[in-house]
């Protein structure tokens, strides 16, 4: 049996774009429980504007979330987190005493990336956020124009102790072509962490199972774990995260995925 613990998506009925309603948080997770989701980190957006500014009450939200869970005999654990978009306003929130780290443990802080080129001072937020002593795990890389563009730029990043998450629904080309071949150069290099969902609605599929499960063959299972599943615990823990299996330093600038991207 799997135990699959996912770190990032948007099961807190209403208050982002992910479920809309407690109904349908139940039925995600469950579907997600059937492909061997144990945990989920519930991470609402964080954005310096509109109302996701306003959401402070993400681990009252968890526990009620929890009740409901529990209520309807679903076994999975659910822990509060966030997905940060970056910006200053982050560290006015961390002044404030708001935690927007991952199970609340202060360590790691899971990073968005928007779709095109990076935020403004992003080198340098990501900087102060581990001067604070939080490692930062970068959302999705593999959808963001700057790292599709040449996913060598993860480089300097991984370099300095930043991490990263892919998204399960790369790998089935939910996301285009270029995304789907970056996530799977980004795991194949051993440049990830993670593994996740950022599921936002109820699927017939178990999004995360299904992701792991086409990956046995491609990726060795000991790696396979650390995605999907040690890495995940040393985050709930507010531990180290695991050592990646050697890594493929770059991409080979004249290799056949720098020809597909050039397309
Ligand atoms: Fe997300």
Request: some cysteine; proline content about 5%; charged content about 25%.
């Amino acid at each position: 049996m799997e135990r699959l613990i996912d770190i990032h998506c948007h099961i807190i009925p209403g208050v982002d774009d992910g479920v809309a309603t407690l109904e349908e948080a139940l039925a995600l997770i469950k579907s997600e429980e059937e492909g061997g989701t144990v945990a989920f980190i519930a991470t609402p957006h964080f954005i310096d504007r509109g109302d996701y500014r306003r959401l402070s009450d993400v681990a009252e939200r968890v526990q009620d979330l929890s009740q409901e869970v529990a209520k309807v005999g679903l076994k999975s654990k659910i822990y509060p987190g966030g997905e940060i978009y970056p910006t200053m306003a982050i560290f006015e929130a961390l002044d404030a005493g708001r935690s927007l780290t991952l199970a609340g443990k202060g360590k790691h802080m899971l990073v968005d990336l928007p779709m095109g080129s990076l935020p403004n001072d992003f080198d340098s937020i990501l900087y102060e956020i581990q001067v604070r002593g939080i490692v930062p795990i970068l959302a999705h890389p593999e959808r963001c124009a700057y790292f599709q563009d040449d996913p060598n730029r993860l480089v300097p990043y991984l370099e300095r102790n930043i991490s990263c998450q892919v998204n399960a629904r790369s790998l089935s080309g939910r996301y285009g072509t270029r995304a789907n071949t970056v996530a799977l150069e980004i795991l194949k290099r051993h440049w990830a962490h993670f593994l996740s969902s950022d599921c936002h609605k109820a699927r017939r599929e178990p999004v995360l199972g299904v992701a792991k499960a086409s990956l046995k063959g491609v990726l060795d299972s000991e790696y396979l774990e650390i995605l999907t599943r040690a890495s995940a615990e040393a985050v709930i823990r507010g531990d180290v995260l695991p050592k990646l299996p050697k890594a493929v330093q770059s991409v080979q600038k004249q290799g056949w995925l720098s020809r597909v991207l050039r397309k």
